[in-house]
């Protein structure tokens, strides 16, 4: 089983048969959404029916925390190229 990233989300791939994926398609333009938004939001209402919902929670509140911190890290990454270009004009 590949366990491929895109960041800090996993990355999946599914092949649907033509004549259901127009149905998604049709869903989700019906929701304003994209398909792939819409497979996701399935996705994690299946997963929160499954699961009881201490470890569903767990598992929202672990995923939030890993988006902080990916935000944090991106905010600080941008400070330090901001200083270093102030840096580098002075000298």
Same mark, same amino acid.
């Given at each position: 089983?590949? &366990?491929r990233f895109h960041g800090m989300k996993r990355y999946l791939q599914?092949?649907?048969?033509? +004549? %259901?994926?127009?149905l998604l398609d049709r869903m989700a333009?019906? *929701?304003?959404?994209r398909p792939t938004a819409l497979v996701r939001d399935l996705v994690y209402? !299946?997963?929160?029916? +499954?699961?009881?919902r201490a470890e569903y929670a767990a598992a929202v509140a672990a995923d939030e925390l890993v %988006?902080?911190?990916g935000i944090r890290n991106q905010v600080?990454? %941008? &400070? !330090?190229? *901001?200083?270093s270009a !102030?840096?580098?004009?002075h000298e």
């Open positions: 089983m590949s &366990k599914i092949l649907l048969h033509p +004549h %259901r994926s127009e333009k019906e *929701r304003g959404v209402g !299946a997963l929160q029916q +499954h699961y009881s %988006r902080a911190e600080n990454g %941008r &400070k !330090a190229v *901001r200083l !102030a840096t580098n004009v």
